[in-house]
């Protein structure tokens, strides 16, 4: 018998589906990765999200003294603003010392004034923010949303074409 022909005695059958196990195999690791990717990202992504609202909802304010700041060439002409602020909560006899990464206008700001408003935790002080406004980073629940379903569209393609050789095989 040759390579091309039919398992079968009937010619009008049709021809057996493709099987590549190379793909496969790598679409099982991608699934898989997605997969264990996606729920670290919502995961990670959900801490950030809550903890961003208890600073909105329980956090405390205070005035934040620039100690230094500095722009930092990231490349492609991309540039990262960076200001060091000492700030001593009203229930600390300690002051922290922190690094706020910021935009422009609030990095302007702060540079000009030499003070701006931090946001604190009031059970743990080196959880804060810097700005009247406080920012609510929803990127990684995005990330990880979209990493799921790249897994499930991996397994709903591999279903599909493990059902089309298993119908080939019985016949059905």
Do not use: C
């Amino acid at each position: 018998m040759s390579t091309d022909e039919s398992y079968t005695d009937d010619p009008n059958a049709p021809p057996p589906p493709k099987f590549y196990p190379v793909l496969y195999r790598r679409l099982r690791l991608l699934k898989w990765l997605a997969l264990v990717g996606g729920i670290g990202m919502l995961g990670g992504g959900a801490y950030e999200y809550s903890r961003s609202l208890k600073l909105q909802t329980t956090g405390k304010q205070t005035a934040g003294k620039l100690f230094s700041n500095n722009e930092v060439a990231t490349g492609k002409g991309r540039t990262s603003y960076r200001v060091f602020l000492d700030y001593k909560p009203a229930d600390s006899p300690t002051t922290f010392r922190k690094e706020f990464v910021v935009g422009k206008p609030l990095y302007d700001q702060i540079v000009q004034n030499g003070e701006a408003t931090v946001t604190y935790a009031p059970g743990d002080p080196e959880t804060s923010a810097v700005g009247d406004k406080l920012p609510v980073n929803t990127e990684p629940l995005a990330i990880g949303a979209g990493l799921l379903l790249v897994s499930a569209g991996v397994w709903w393609y591999q279903r599909r074409e493990w059902q089309k050789i298993h119908a080939y095989i019985t016949g059905g």
